[in-house]
């Protein structure tokens, strides 16, 4: 009798397994048509877009799917990583029917958190000429409103090193999703190199004098004209605190407006990304600005993925007409331009002429490139230069060595370290 209930149970769950694995064995019988994503206000197909949300591996799986039999079982694992990129509060997933027989779309939802906060690392970066540099943030995002404050020490970007702090708050849904509204404020102490003092000294009416602090309060309004296309328009009203405080402040007050375009094109194999943009910064006495100049800026960014292999060609180009505040002058011999040479050997108070172009290759982790430019003021012959480097980059991260072309002695500058 034992062995009948025994048999009797093994009968039971056999029967009570079957239909399961008839849905498993039915379901892998359809071809992935399209793959669907879609969140609050968006939605996007795989099959024929792109999408600037995820990271290309993640969407490289997600596309992989499409014209291969339905894998039930790697659904969860996909909703998963979705949900951690995205830093969700739920994905969910779902498979219905496609337009062809034997087809099916794959859907998966994505839930947003309704509050979320996050940690980040903008910048840290070494320069053997320039030392350290970082900068990083903690954030809050309760729906379309995110609120940040970081903590600056920047000896990299500009002729001055400065170190503070910045705070920004961005409401993403302006009256409706096509437009969005930014205020920044920055804090910032200064400090300077000797070179850069001196050739203030030679040439006072060029820029601003030195300064031992400033301040910069932002409100901008960004409108999407059109998907690939953006328009940001704001002011920026800024106060210098000169190196005697006696002598009290001065202020740089102007209208910004930017023109940005941005296209991504690609397949299972292979991406490209175009990016565009053009701004104009003015200054003038009606704004009560003690400075007046406009500022105008031009760039196009190529790049191209095939596997392991990525393309990268940047051109860059800006002139100042005025006097403009140290603050916005160009700068080169830096990690982002011209990278090994010395911005103070090029221009020890930077510039208000400045071309450059940039190409890059990568093999996987491995990188050389090769950069082109020049920084002169008007008036004065521009003199090009260029560098070569070499190294490893593995997403953010960066190991290079660059060096400059020249005759004579060859001293490269050694960088390393997490870059935007």
């Avoid at 600056?152 to 500009?158: A, E, K, P, Q, R």
Wanted: proline share 4%; hydrophobic share 40%.
């Amino acid at each position: 009798m034992r062995y009948a209930w025994l048999g009797c149970l093994l009968l039971c769950s056999l029967l009570v397994a079957a239909p399961q694995d008839a849905d498993v064995n039915v379901n892998a019988r359809y071809t992935v048509e399209s793959v669907i994503l879609s969140g609050k206000g968006w939605t996007t197909n795989l099959r024929s877009e792109t999408t600037d949300k995820i990271s290309l591996g993640l969407r490289h799986e997600l596309v992989a799917l499409i014209g291969q039999k339905l894998n039930p079982a790697g659904l969860d694992s996909l909703a998963a990583n979705l949900k951690k990129e995205l830093s969700a509060r739920e994905v969910v997933h779902r498979v219905v029917r496609g337009q062809n027989p034997e087809e099916v779309r794959v859907e998966f939802e994505v839930k947003p958190a309704k509050i979320s906060a996050d940690l980040n690392l903008d910048q840290f970066v070494y320069d053997s000429k320039q030392g350290w540099s970082g900068s990083g943030a903690a954030g809050l995002t309760v729906g379309p409103h995110s609120f940040s404050l970081g903590l600056v020490s920047d000896g990299d970007w500009l002729d001055e090193r400065y170190a503070g702090f910045r705070a920004h708050y961005e409401d993403k849904r302006l009256l409706s999703d096509r437009i969005s509204f930014r205020f920044q404020v920055e804090s910032y102490h200064d400090q300077w190199d000797t070179s850069t003092i001196a050739a203030l000294a030679a040439h006072p009416d060029l820029t601003s004098g030195a300064y031992r602090a400033r301040q910069n309060f932002q409100p901008s309004v960004t409108i999407t004209l059109a998907k690939p296309l953006t328009l940001e328009v704001g002011a920026r009203v800024e106060r210098f605190e000169n190196e005697d405080p006696a002598a009290g402040t001065v202020a740089s007050d102007a209208l910004i407006t930017t023109l940005r375009y941005h296209r991504r094109l690609g397949d299972s194999d292979s991406q490209q990304d175009l990016d565009a943009d053009c701004s104009l910064h003015a200054a003038t006495r009606a704004l009560g600005s003690d400075f007046v100049y406009s500022m105008r800026t031009a760039g196009v960014r190529y790049q191209f993925r095939h596997g392991k292999h990525v393309i990268t060609d940047n051109a860059w180009t800006g002139m100042i007409l005025g006097r403009a505040p140290l603050s916005d002058r160009f700068v080169m011999g830096n990690t982002y331009y011209l990278r090994g040479w010395n911005k103070y050997e090029l221009d020890p108070f930077g510039g208000n002429r400045a071309v450059h172009n940039s190409v890059e290759y990568r093999y996987g982790p491995l990188q050389v490139f090769y950069d082109a430019g020049a920084i002169w003021d008007a008036g004065q012959q521009a003199t090009p230069r260029q560098s070569l480097g070499f190294g490893l980059r593995e997403s953010v991260f960066s190991l290079a060595v660059a060096f400059p072309v020249r005759s004579g002695h060859v001293e490269p500058i050694f960088m390393m370290g997490i870059l935007p």
